[in-house]
């Protein structure tokens, strides 16, 4: 089993900056991805971004990328989410997933373990 614990969610202007922090605890050298999703108000849970472990690869939602960026800790215990420029359509609970898998990162069902969330709100 692997536990995850996100935090670093707050209130944050538009245009503005915030990090989240996802630790992980337990079995976390079986786990071959690490990555973020987001889930807005009365929306489905959307893929944000993933590390693949094996290669140091990460990919991003296209909403998201050049504007979010993922990096590790120096084992597989942390994972960080750095935001950056939000905008209010990033308002969302967002949650860390970590999974032994390496293909279809994009889709919550190949991750094992999520997190509780952590709420992210832009202002206008």
């Known amino acids: 089993q692997v536990q995850l614990v996100e935090s670093g969610g707050g209130l944050v202007q538009a245009g503005g900056s915030l990090r989240l922090s996802c630790a992980a605890s337990g079995r976390t050298s079986s786990t071959t991805a690490m990555g973020w999703f987001r889930q807005a108000p009365g929306k489905a849970r959307e893929f944000v971004g993933v590390l693949n472990w094996g290669d140091g690869e990460t990919t991003y939602a296209d909403t998201v990328k050049g504007r979010f960026t993922i990096a590790r800790g120096n084992a597989k215990d942390r994972l960080y989410l750095q935001m950056n420029s939000l905008k209010p359509e990033d308002t969302a609970v967002y949650y860390c997933?970590?999974?032994?898998?390496?293909?279809?990162?994009?889709?919550?069902?190949?991750?094992?373990?999520w997190g509780q969330g952590t709420q992210v709100t832009v202002s206008s």
């Open positions: 997933a970590a999974g032994t898998r390496t293909w279809n990162l994009r889709f919550e069902y190949q991750y094992d373990y």
